[in-house]
């Protein structure tokens, strides 16, 4: 916001100041014509002077309106990279082997808000090298299905199950190494469907 004000507040102020010092070369000049110690060929000179003025100081507020808009950005990244991920290893964690593609959701309930449930006794269980589609309107959980097989949640209740391991015994690293999420638009539906590929 701040960032906003004052890229706004630069441009009126410089044509502001520029046309002040218009006004105040031409009433200089025109003084100083009356009394016939400046000619009208000088001021014209001045007032071409005052315009290449005009270039310069234009770049300068561009210059302080884009350092004004990367401090704002590099605060939003510092806060980004400071901030502690919710789902992390727990001790002891095993790497997850290759996978083969059994999936299974156990009794899942997930909730992004207190009170709101997304998932309720869920139950799925997807063999290796079954395709799966599951259709629904917006908001119906498409999505968060596919981030819970590659636990950017956690589950209130139940599990998830990958190869008969549970997601919270296994490290991050090697399960998202194997674990793909493509977003894709169907256009004769306007359906997003949400793809999840596993293995190398």
Do not use: C
Request: glycine share 6%.
């Amino acid at each position: 916001m701040k960032a906003s004000r004052l890229s706004a507040s630069f441009p009126p102020i410089i044509e502001w100041i520029n046309y002040i010092g218009m006004t105040l070369v031409l009433l200089f000049g025109a003084w100083q014509a009356m009394q016939n110690q400046m000619t009208v060929g000088d001021i014209v000179a001045y007032l071409a002077y005052l315009r290449l003025l005009q270039g310069p100081i234009r770049s300068f507020s561009r210059m302080v309106s884009k350092i004004q808009q990367a401090s704002a950005a590099y605060e939003r990244i510092h806060e980004v990279l400071e901030t502690v991920p919710v789902v992390r290893n727990k001790k002891r964690a095993i790497n997850l082997p290759p996978l083969q593609g059994d999936v299974l959701f156990d009794n899942v309930d997930f909730a992004y808000e207190k009170g709101v449930p997304v998932l309720q006794n869920f139950y799925l269980r997807i063999e290796p090298k079954q395709v799966t589609a599951l259709v629904g309107s917006s908001g119906s959980g498409k999505s968060t299905i596919a981030h819970l097989i590659a636990r950017l949640y956690d589950v209130q209740k139940g599990a998830v199950f990958v190869d008969g391991y549970p997601l919270t015994d296994v490290t991050l690293e090697s399960l998202r190494t194997q674990i793909g999420i493509v977003s894709a638009l169907l256009i004769h539906r306007e359906t997003p469907v949400e793809t999840v590929v596993a293995g190398k």
